[in-house]
């Protein structure tokens, strides 16, 4: 139905209309996905959904490209990744917005460790006597031996000396850490 005032947005609707329009879209939107994901369907594009996610594997791939394409953007154009505010050099986000990402993946570490989950994947349970489970330990010992193998820093990924796990700056943030030393 074509609004009988006069066109605002894309000579169709008035703007009153439009807005009612995009609502009542969204909610249709909101409710067909409930149903995709309780059968079991893609909620992009209604092909069987990966075992355990709600999209298939192409929807998927396509939405981490997507993803991957606007962080690049705001990332060159020094703006914060939730709020859009400009940032400092280098930054992925602004100061309120990073202070409150680290404060709730704080909660969410010691949620998980009270839990006696790894705090990394939040699956499976602890390695008696670590903080991580056993598959995490394993990943992080690879990605490790690779970044080592290509002498880069562990932890910085910075280059290294030969021979050498980590960077010059970050043995000296581990030794001030160890020995409570002020740097």
Do not use: W
Request: glycine share 4%.
């Amino acid at each position: 139905m074509i609004c009988p005032k006069p066109a605002e947005v894309k000579d169709k609707y008035c703007l009153s209309c439009y807005e009612r329009q995009l609502k009542r879209s969204r909610e249709r939107g909101k409710k067909d996905r409930i149903k995709r994901k309780k059968m079991g369907i893609c909620t992009g594009c209604q092909s069987p959904a990966a075992p355990g996610l709600t999209m298939c594997r192409k929807c998927l791939n396509g939405l981490a490209r997507r993803q991957r394409h606007r962080q690049d953007r705001l990332v060159n154009s020094n703006l914060c990744l939730y709020c859009n505010k400009t940032v400092e050099d280098e930054q992925r986000y602004c100061n309120k917005c990073r202070e409150s990402r680290n404060e709730s993946r704080r909660k969410l570490y010691h949620a998980r460790l009270s839990k006696n989950m790894c705090p990394r994947c939040g699956k499976d349970k602890l390695v008696p006597n670590r903080k991580r489970c056993q598959a995490c330990m394993d990943e992080v010992r690879e990605l490790n031996r690779d970044l080592v193998r290509l002498g880069l820093c562990t932890k910085c990924k910075a280059d290294v000396s030969p021979g050498q796990k980590r960077c010059q700056a970050c043995l000296d943030k581990a030794k001030a850490k160890r020995y409570n030393l002020v740097t």
